[in-house]
Protein backbone atom coordinates (compact mmCIF):
# COMPACT_ATOMS: atom_id res chain seq x y z
CA UNK A 1 0.00 0.00 0.00
CA UNK A 2 1.39 3.74 -1.14
CA UNK A 3 2.39 5.51 1.77
CA UNK A 4 1.34 9.53 1.68
CA UNK A 5 2.72 12.79 2.48
CA UNK A 6 1.29 15.90 2.29
CA UNK A 7 3.40 19.37 3.03
CA UNK A 8 0.90 22.53 4.11
CA UNK A 9 2.97 24.99 2.08
CA UNK A 10 0.54 28.37 2.60
CA UNK A 11 -2.37 28.58 5.16
CA UNK A 12 -2.83 28.86 9.34
CA UNK A 13 -0.97 25.33 9.13
CA UNK A 14 2.09 26.13 6.81
CA UNK A 15 5.15 23.88 7.63
CA UNK A 16 3.25 20.72 8.90
CA UNK A 17 4.24 18.25 6.99
CA UNK A 18 1.42 15.05 7.43
CA UNK A 19 3.59 11.90 6.47
CA UNK A 20 4.05 7.93 6.13
CA UNK A 21 -0.20 8.35 5.57
CA UNK A 22 -2.21 5.22 4.72
CA UNK A 23 -5.04 5.73 2.11
CA UNK A 24 -7.90 6.30 2.36
CA UNK A 25 -7.18 9.83 4.28
CA UNK A 26 -9.61 12.39 4.89
CA UNK A 27 -9.25 15.97 5.13
CA UNK A 28 -11.20 18.71 7.06
CA UNK A 29 -11.64 21.05 9.83
CA UNK A 30 -13.60 18.85 12.07
CA UNK A 31 -11.50 16.41 14.91
CA UNK A 32 -11.53 12.61 13.01
CA UNK A 33 -10.02 13.79 9.94
CA UNK A 34 -7.11 12.13 9.21
CA UNK A 35 -5.59 15.60 8.13
CA UNK A 36 -7.65 18.50 10.72
CA UNK A 37 -6.61 21.78 8.98
CA UNK A 38 -7.05 25.20 11.35
CA UNK A 39 -9.04 27.02 7.97
CA UNK A 40 -11.93 28.79 8.22
CA UNK A 41 -13.04 28.21 4.77
CA UNK A 42 -13.01 24.37 4.58
CA UNK A 43 -15.01 22.06 4.79
CA UNK A 44 -15.59 20.17 8.19
CA UNK A 45 -15.38 16.82 5.84
CA UNK A 46 -13.56 18.32 2.70
CA UNK A 47 -12.53 15.59 0.60
CA UNK A 48 -10.67 12.14 0.95
CA UNK A 49 -7.61 10.60 -1.09
CA UNK A 50 -8.37 6.94 -1.35
CA UNK A 51 -6.35 4.03 -3.36
CA UNK A 52 -8.26 2.77 -6.34
CA UNK A 53 -6.85 0.21 -9.01
CA UNK A 54 -3.55 1.41 -8.65
CA UNK A 55 -4.54 5.08 -8.42
CA UNK A 56 -4.73 7.40 -5.92
CA UNK A 57 -8.05 9.40 -6.34
CA UNK A 58 -8.86 12.42 -5.02
CA UNK A 59 -12.88 13.25 -4.30
CA UNK A 60 -13.85 16.47 -3.06
CA UNK A 61 -16.69 15.51 -0.45
CA UNK A 62 -19.16 18.29 -1.50
CA UNK A 63 -17.32 20.98 0.44
CA UNK A 64 -19.03 24.57 0.32
CA UNK A 65 -15.17 25.76 -1.47
CA UNK A 66 -14.37 23.78 -3.50
CA UNK A 67 -11.04 21.65 -4.07
CA UNK A 68 -8.61 22.49 -6.66
CA UNK A 69 -5.96 20.61 -7.77
CA UNK A 70 -3.06 22.69 -10.13
CA UNK A 71 -5.25 25.92 -10.21
CA UNK A 72 -8.27 23.94 -11.54
CA UNK A 73 -11.69 22.95 -9.98
CA UNK A 74 -11.96 19.40 -9.60
CA UNK A 75 -14.90 16.92 -7.80
CA UNK A 76 -13.07 14.17 -9.04
CA UNK A 77 -9.12 13.71 -9.57
CA UNK A 78 -6.40 11.28 -10.17
CA UNK A 79 -3.39 12.43 -8.21
CA UNK A 80 0.45 12.61 -9.04
CA UNK A 81 2.99 13.41 -7.25
CA UNK A 82 3.90 16.94 -7.53
CA UNK A 83 0.21 18.35 -7.77
CA UNK A 84 -0.78 21.25 -5.58
CA UNK A 85 -3.85 21.08 -3.83
CA UNK A 86 -5.79 23.93 -2.89
CA UNK A 87 -8.64 23.90 -0.29
CA UNK A 88 -9.91 27.20 1.36
CA UNK A 89 -7.16 29.05 2.07
CA UNK A 90 -4.92 26.23 2.41
CA UNK A 91 -2.04 24.62 -0.54
CA UNK A 92 -0.80 21.42 -0.18
CA UNK A 93 1.46 19.82 -2.26
CA UNK A 94 1.16 16.36 -2.44
CA UNK A 95 4.25 13.30 -1.70
CA UNK A 96 7.61 13.44 -0.77
CA UNK A 97 10.72 15.07 -2.57
CA UNK A 98 11.87 11.56 -3.66
CA UNK A 99 8.51 10.45 -5.05
CA UNK A 100 7.81 13.69 -7.12
CA UNK A 101 11.72 13.43 -8.72
CA UNK A 102 10.72 10.05 -9.65
CA UNK A 103 6.84 11.31 -10.91
CA UNK A 104 8.59 14.02 -13.40
CA UNK A 105 11.27 11.94 -14.31
CA UNK A 106 8.73 9.38 -15.17
CA UNK A 107 6.99 11.86 -17.46
CA UNK A 108 9.81 13.36 -19.30
CA UNK A 109 11.02 9.70 -20.00
CA UNK A 110 7.22 9.23 -21.56
CA UNK A 111 7.31 12.30 -23.38
CA UNK A 112 11.09 10.84 -24.97
CA UNK A 113 12.33 14.67 -24.30
CA UNK A 114 15.86 13.03 -24.05
CA UNK A 115 17.19 16.43 -23.03
CA UNK A 116 14.30 17.00 -20.64
CA UNK A 117 15.46 13.56 -19.35
CA UNK A 118 19.20 14.38 -18.55
CA UNK A 119 17.96 17.80 -16.92
CA UNK A 120 15.76 15.69 -14.87
CA UNK A 121 18.82 13.74 -13.29
CA UNK A 122 19.38 17.16 -11.59
CA UNK A 123 15.95 16.94 -10.07
CA UNK A 124 16.24 13.50 -9.04
CA UNK A 125 19.19 14.18 -7.24
CA UNK A 126 17.70 17.87 -5.62
CA UNK A 127 16.95 16.67 -2.41
CA UNK A 128 16.43 19.04 0.49
CA UNK A 129 17.71 16.78 3.04
CA UNK A 130 20.36 15.96 1.67
CA UNK A 131 24.42 17.90 1.93
CA UNK A 132 24.00 20.47 -0.34
CA UNK A 133 27.67 20.66 -0.42
CA UNK A 134 27.40 18.01 -3.03
CA UNK A 135 25.20 20.41 -5.31
CA UNK A 136 26.94 22.53 -8.29
CA UNK A 137 24.83 25.66 -9.32
CA UNK A 138 24.59 26.56 -12.85
CA UNK A 139 27.70 28.88 -11.86
CA UNK A 140 29.77 25.99 -10.89
CA UNK A 141 30.15 27.05 -7.42
CA UNK A 142 28.67 24.76 -4.41
CA UNK A 143 25.56 25.91 -2.40
CA UNK A 144 25.34 24.93 1.02
CA UNK A 145 21.54 25.02 3.15
CA UNK A 146 22.38 26.85 5.95
CA UNK A 147 21.18 25.64 9.19
CA UNK A 148 18.81 27.39 11.07
CA UNK A 149 20.16 29.31 13.71
CA UNK A 150 19.91 27.76 17.50
CA UNK A 151 19.12 30.47 20.43
CA UNK A 152 18.15 33.35 18.71
CA UNK A 153 16.79 36.36 20.72
CA UNK A 154 13.21 37.38 20.47
CA UNK A 155 14.34 40.59 18.31
CA UNK A 156 16.83 38.00 15.97
CA UNK A 157 13.67 35.28 15.45
CA UNK A 158 11.23 38.24 14.40
CA UNK A 159 14.00 39.66 11.66
CA UNK A 160 14.73 35.81 10.45
CA UNK A 161 11.08 35.26 10.06
CA UNK A 162 10.43 38.27 8.25
CA UNK A 163 13.07 37.67 6.15
CA UNK A 164 12.34 33.92 5.44
CA UNK A 165 8.32 35.62 5.06
CA UNK A 166 9.28 37.67 2.59
CA UNK A 167 10.95 34.95 0.53
CA UNK A 168 7.67 32.73 0.93
CA UNK A 169 5.41 35.66 -0.51
CA UNK A 170 7.40 36.26 -3.88
CA UNK A 171 7.22 32.58 -4.47
CA UNK A 172 3.44 32.20 -3.63
CA UNK A 173 3.04 35.20 -5.83
CA UNK A 174 4.41 32.65 -8.96
CA UNK A 175 2.53 29.43 -7.47
CA UNK A 176 -0.56 31.20 -7.37
CA UNK A 177 -0.35 32.15 -10.44
CA UNK A 178 0.63 29.23 -12.76
CA UNK A 179 -1.97 26.45 -13.78
CA UNK A 180 -0.47 23.18 -15.11
CA UNK A 181 -1.11 22.00 -18.18
CA UNK A 182 -0.85 18.40 -17.78
CA UNK A 183 -0.69 17.72 -21.34
CA UNK A 184 2.38 20.12 -21.92
CA UNK A 185 5.12 19.88 -19.54
CA UNK A 186 5.75 23.19 -19.90
CA UNK A 187 4.50 25.94 -18.31
CA UNK A 188 6.26 29.37 -18.02
CA UNK A 189 8.89 27.15 -16.55
CA UNK A 190 10.11 24.30 -17.67
CA UNK A 191 8.58 21.64 -14.80
CA UNK A 192 11.72 20.90 -13.44
CA UNK A 193 12.49 24.13 -12.60
CA UNK A 194 8.42 24.35 -11.50
CA UNK A 195 9.05 21.61 -8.77
CA UNK A 196 12.60 22.87 -7.49
CA UNK A 197 10.45 26.22 -6.48
CA UNK A 198 7.59 23.83 -4.90
CA UNK A 199 10.21 21.82 -3.00
CA UNK A 200 12.02 25.38 -1.55
CA UNK A 201 8.49 26.57 -0.98
CA UNK A 202 7.38 23.58 1.14
CA UNK A 203 11.06 24.18 2.67
CA UNK A 204 11.01 27.43 3.56
CA UNK A 205 7.62 27.07 5.09
CA UNK A 206 8.85 24.26 7.56
CA UNK A 207 11.62 26.57 8.52
CA UNK A 208 9.18 29.40 9.30
CA UNK A 209 7.00 27.21 11.38
CA UNK A 210 10.44 25.81 13.22
CA UNK A 211 11.04 29.46 14.15
CA UNK A 212 7.98 30.38 15.61
CA UNK A 213 7.37 26.70 17.39
CA UNK A 214 10.35 26.01 19.23
CA UNK A 215 8.72 22.35 20.03
CA UNK A 216 8.43 21.91 16.48
CA UNK A 217 11.24 19.65 14.07
CA UNK A 218 12.40 19.80 10.29
CA UNK A 219 11.05 16.39 8.90
CA UNK A 220 14.28 14.35 8.20
Known amino acids: MTRLTLRVVQGADRGRVFSDLRPPITIGREEGNTIQLNDERISRFHCKIQEDNNHLVLT????????????QDCQLRILRFGDIIFLGRSMLLFG???????????DLTSEGDHSAVAHTKDVADFDLDMDFDQTVTQSGSLSVLPDIPERL????????????????????????AVQVDEKNPKIQLDLATWQHILQVYSRLAEMIRGISDPDFRLPG
Open 60 to 71: DLESTNGTRVNG
Open 96 to 106: THDQIAKSLQD
Open 153 to 176: SPSQSAQLAELLEYFHDRIGEIVN
